[in-house]
């Protein structure tokens, strides 16, 4: 397993949770890091991504609710979501790539965060 993800839970409306990735087999620095998430039945959503030069990019539907980081040191990726909405319920993946233009070919396992 080369991402593992955590922080995920139940939470109330307005409330905040914040997700970790973590990388055990290179250094996410040098990869675009992404997370999206996922509901049954529904389509993956990709949700922020943060480029190798720290550019970052939203779904509109988390945009300034969400935050996407990075930290080198612990090889890191955070999702910081806060003003959390029932919609936002889901299974929440992180992925990684070479490029944030490439299809993501590594994922995690998920985590799953609910929001009531």
């Known amino acids: 397993v080369q991402l593992v993800e955590s922080g995920g839970g139940s939470v109330q409306a307005g409330g905040s949770l914040r997700l970790s990735c973590t990388a055990s087999a290179y250094a996410v620095a040098y990869y675009c890091q992404a997370w999206f998430r996922q509901t049954p039945g529904q389509e993956r959503e990709r949700v922020a991504t943060?480029?190798?030069?720290?550019?970052?990019s939203y779904a509109d539907s988390v945009k300034d609710r969400f935050t996407i980081s990075r930290d080198r040191s612990a090889n890191t990726v955070y999702l910081q979501m806060d003003k959390l909405r029932p919609e936002d319920t889901a299974m929440y993946y992180c992925?990684?790539?070479?490029?944030?233009?490439?299809?993501?070919?590594?994922w995690g396992q998920g985590t799953q965060v609910t929001v009531s």
């Open positions: 943060i480029d190798t030069d720290g550019t970052t």
């Open positions: 992925a990684s790539e070479l490029a944030c233009a490439f299809e993501f070919g590594d």
